[in-house]
């Protein structure tokens, strides 16, 4: 095969890689927003058959020859059409790990966990997920074992979120975050402000979505190539820059709840939409790693919507939407109502400060489980154990512990790390974004164009074109220093509470 013959070919997998995708990703977002409850055994049929196709496309002899072909002529290929072939690659030598009637397995399993999680969630009752997480758990091990045998296998699943991710990096890491943010917490405790009467609302889902609509809008985001819909558990899904779907979860006793989540997703839609053109319908149309996503996600909702300065223009949409129950409110109340802290039971809702001490807990979860020195049904005790020695919470139930999230549910076993590392990456970017520009001033005036513009010039616009590694030393500065982020916390919360 000669390098023009393989990079014909490779224009074609990648058509047809990107329409199975992309039609995989719309039936599964179908299936967490709209779609009738029972609705799951028709779509995990049609999700089997579309993975099927999808791994017949990609793991076969004639497309590890184009890839090879490619990966040879490294001279004769420009950066675009080496970098496609290199990640799918990545991708081929992965879905080639397990063979095809267990990848689908595998694919029904996640498809049918995620219905039995939500329904198990509602009724707050572990045990009818237990039997679920065993198998994921099982797949995941021989998955592990299959694709690095001499690595530990909860080194090789967070490898599948953040290249080089490793528990050697991670545990002094969220050493670093334990102990320099527990005495801060504890202090903040001690201080625990009242919440507001504002707050009794009550806050009207109607006008929730107005609100939400309007953050959208003052976020960037473009509604005609992102909508909103509604979940059990917010995410954010797409497979070209022209159709990303974000989604929320309303509580009509809390619009910041929503608000929030509204922002992280529109942080993490705003990635996609600022992908270049020329990398869409590639398997370059993506984020860099889940770290780099988590990164801006985290950096919108927390660095940006937490901030004094996004009081000004939040405040206004606030009293246009709800002039009743923010009638007297100002901006310094409503900056200490974002930032209120104290331990809580819910890592969605956690305040700025306490959220990497939720992310802490669930890696020290995932590590007993992937070696099997934690089992299944002694999940839920463990969990409570932890909620109760690292944030000082009793946890009632298993919908508030140990089912509050649906990670494990579609197997993104080592997925949680990438929120820590991405808030942690997040505040060192904005120690580089400040000495360009001028992020508060534009912030207050409702402007924030120029700090996306910042974000799409450094990270977004290259997609996977450009390595993690090379996106973040450019981006930041410098490594990952986990006493950056701390400081940025401890700064932060020692002013707000006059420690």
């Known amino acids: 095969m000669t390098f023009q013959q393989a990079v014909e070919k490779l224009n074609t997998i990648e058509k047809t890689l990107y329409a199975l995708g992309h039609a ?65 690659k990545e991708s081929y030598d992965d879905l080639h790990v397990l063979p095809m009637d267990e990848y689908i397995a595998w694919r029904e399993l996640t498809n049918e966990a995620g219905a039995v999680w939500r329904d198990a969630k509602e009724k707050s009752d572990w045990n009818m997920f237990a039997p679920y997480l065993e198998r994921i758990l099982a797949n995941r091990r021989r998955y592990a074992a299959l694709k690095s045998p001499d690595q530990p296998a909860y080194d090789v699943l967070m490898d599948n979120y953040e290249k080089g991710a490793a528990m050697e990096m991670l545990d002094p890491f969220f050493r670093t975050l334990r102990d320099e943010l527990s005495p801060l917490i504890r202090e903040v405790a001690s201080r625990e402000k009242p919440v507001p009467a504002f707050m009794r609302g009550p806050w009207p889902v109607d006008r929730q979505r ?13 509604p005609m190539n992102c909508t ?15 159709d990303i779907r974000i989604t929320t979860h309303y509580h009509e006793e809390d619009p910041f709840s929503s608000m929030f989540s509204v922002i992280h997703e529109g942080g993490h839609a705003l990635y996609e939409l600022d992908i270049r053109d020329d990398l869409q319908f590639t398997c370059l149309a993506g984020g860099a790693s889940m770290g780099i996503h988590e990164s801006q996600s985290r950096f919108y909702e927390n660095i940006i919507a ?34 209120l802290s104290g331990p809580s039971l819910i890592r969605t809702t956690a305040d700025e400060l306490t959220y990497p001490l939720h992310v802490m807990i669930r890696y020290e979860l995932e590590k007993a489980m992937v070696t099997g020195d934690l089992s299944v049904k002694d999940i839920p005790g463990e969990w409570n154990r932890l909620y109760k020695e690292v944030l000082g919470v009793d946890v009632p139930d298993d919908r508030r512990g140990a089912l509050q999230d649906s990670h494990w549910s579609f197997g993104g076993i080592g997925y949680f790390p ?17 000495k360009e520009v001028d992020v508060w001033g534009t912030v207050a005036a409702g402007d924030l164009s120029p700090v996306t513009a910042w974000l799409a010039d450094r990270i977004h616009r290259y997609g996977r074109l450009k390595k993690p590694k090379e996106l973040l030393a450019g981006a930041m500065g410098g490594p990952l220093d986990a006493g950056i982020y701390t400081e940025y916390l401890r700064n932060k919360y020692m002013q707000l509470y006059g420690i």
């Open 24 to 88: 995989q990703s719309v039936l599964s977002t179908d299936g967490d927003t709209v779609a009738p409850k029972n609705s799951w055994k028709g779509r995990g049929m049609a999700l089997a058959c579309l993975g099927e196709l999808t791994y017949r496309q990609l793991v076969n002899p004639g497309t590890g020859e184009v890839l090879e072909t490619i990966l040879q002529h490294r001279s004769e290929a420009d950066e675009i059409t080496f970098r496609r072939a290199e990640v799918l």
């Open 210 to 222: 107005l609100f939400s609509e309007k953050i959208m809008a003052l976020e960037g985001i473009n």
């Open 228 to 242: 909103l819909g509604e979940t059990e558990h917010p995410f954010t899904s797409g497979d070209n820059k022209w």
């Open 306 to 339: 937490r901030s004094r300065a996004f009081c000004t223009p939040l405040l206004k949409i606030l009293k246009e939407v709800f002039p009743v129950q923010t009638g007297s409110l100002t901006e310094d109340e409503l900056y200490s109502t974002i930032n």
């Open 418 to 434: 990438s929120y820590a590392l991405g808030s942690a990456c997040g505040v060192q970017m904005l120690r580089q974004m400040e």
